[in-house]
T-cell receptor, first 111, second 114 residues
Framework: QKEVEQNSGPLSVPEGAIASLNCTYSDRGSQSFFWYRQYSGKSPELIMSIYSNGDKEDGRFTAQLNKASQYVSLLIRDSQPSDSATYLCASERAAGNKLTFGGGTRVLVKP | NAGVTQTPKFQVLKTGQSMTLQCAQD?????MYWYRQDPGMGLRLIYYSASEGTTDKGEVPNGYNVSRLNKREFSLRLESAAPSQTSVYFC?????????????FGAGTRLSVL
């Protein structure tokens, strides 16, 4: 079992709809969680980070963390074709200084 | 401000050849990382350097060596390339272990081993 698991997709979403991405992790020592977006042929870029249980909103993105159930999710509201990319979930232990990545979920937003 | 710079961008090797992937960052970051990315596998950590003068193995270190030349530069060496090392390699850097510190990635090196 991988430490960080994601559905590989593709997740097909109509333009304007909400895309919902899920991520589960197995290491209960994980304290910090990150969502990276990666366009095809490009490098990953950070879009959200979350450290406490609950929701964190940033523009059209909302990250949700539930440490008891060991899952992290990312919601993309009003999805745009430019949101079509692979989204990578990553976790980090407290003071660990290294991230563990999931395999990524490919999202396709159709006009 | 270039951020994290990797060279080369593309490389084709024959089995058994050696090569060094170069990485440099101009953000005065303490920590640097080398990842490989294969289809469906996400990013897997090869080696990392928490600070100048230190290096540690990651998830998939076999077949690789690294050198933290100075605070700016962190190189990855393949001594005897194998087809299983065909992958996209990313270098990254980060200020330090605090969670709020963002990890920045280079543009990647696409390596094919024939």
């Amino acid at each position: 079992q991988k430490e960080v698991e994601q559905n590989s997709g593709p997740l097909s979403v109509p333009e304007g709809a909400i895309a919902s991405l899920n991520c589960t992790y197995s290491d209960r020592g994980s304290q910090s969680f990150f969502w990276y977006r990666q366009y095809s042929g490009k490098s990953p870029e950070l879009i959200m980070s979350i450290y406490s249980n609950g929701d964190k909103e940033d523009g059209r993105f909302t990250a949700q963390l539930n440490k008891a159930s060991q899952y992290v999710s990312l919601l993309i509201r009003d999805s745009q074709p430019s949101d079509s990319a692979t989204y990578l979930c990553a976790s980090e232990r407290a003071a660990g200084n290294k991230l563990t990545f999931g395999g990524g979920t490919r999202v396709l937003v159709k006009p | 401000n270039a951020g994290v710079t990797q060279t080369p961008k593309f490389q084709v090797l024959k089995t058994g050849q050696s090569m060094t992937l170069q990485c440099a960052q101009d953000m005065n970051h303490n920590s640097m990382y080398w990842y490989r990315q294969d289809p469906g596998m996400g990013l897997r950590l090869i080696y990392y350097s928490a600070s100048e003068g230190t290096t540690d193995k990651g998830e998939v270190p076999n077949g690789y060596n690294v050198s933290r030349l100075n605070k700016r530069e962190f190189s990855l060496r393949l001594e005897s390339a194998a087809p299983s090392q065909t992958s996209v390699y990313f270098c990254a850097s980060r200020t330090g272990p605090l969670a709020k510190n963002i990890q920045y990635f280079g543009a990647g090196t696409r390596l094919s081993v024939l």
